[in-house]
């Protein structure tokens, strides 16, 4: 796969259903790691069903590298508990990201991406063209957990005078 200058821009949208850690509620937020990179949401008090809509950039120095996505429950006197974990594969985004584009209306459809036992998808994710950018939508399935949801959307973010995407 060709190497894509640029940066991967992921906004965690919400969680749904996430696991009760505290006494009848949690206070959860979401950590993103690739490769030596750590991002996190910023924590939201006493919901399981937390709105975030939150960007985190990454840098994608290295295709291949899964998005690791953990979300945790913030405890002020112990360590913070874990709500489930799920992997993002950004290769298929990337794929797409890497095809010969014209202007295609705002809305078309360029990929879909079916739910599997390995990819967390609770439903089919659709990579689109959305405002004269490629936009992936997803919604994941958190693992190592009694129950819970994350949505988040990629896009990707060009360098300085790069053409968009």
């Known amino acids: 796969m060709d190497k894509v200058p640029g940066a991967l821009r992921i906004k965690i949208k919400k969680g749904v259903r996430l696991a009760v850690r505290d006494c009848k509620t949690s206070d ?18 006493r919901n399981v069903n ?15 590298l899964p998005i690791k996505l953990t979300v945790y429950d913030h405890d002020r006197f112990s360590k913070d508990d874990k709500m489930g974990d799920a992997e993002v594969d950004i290769k298929p985004f990337l794929e797409v990201l890497n095809m010969k584009r014209k202007n ?12 599997t036992r390995s990819n967390y998808l609770v439903e089919q994710s659709q990579i689109i063209w959305k ?3 490629i936009v992936q939508d997803m919604c994941l ?10 949505d988040l959307e990629l896009s990707w973010i060009n360098p300085p005078g790069a053409s968009s995407t």
């Open 28 to 45: 959860p937020y979401v950590v993103i790691k690739m490769g030596n990179q750590k991002l996190k949401t910023r924590i939201v008090e």
């Open 50 to 64: 937390p709105e975030w809509n939150q960007d985190l950039i990454l840098s994608v120095h290295e295709p291949d």
């Open 104 to 115: 295609f209306p705002s809305g078309t459809i360029l990929k879909k991406i079916q739910p």
């Open 131 to 133: 405002h004269d950018k």
């Open 141 to 150: 399935r958190l693992q190592h957990v009694e129950c819970g949801e994350v």
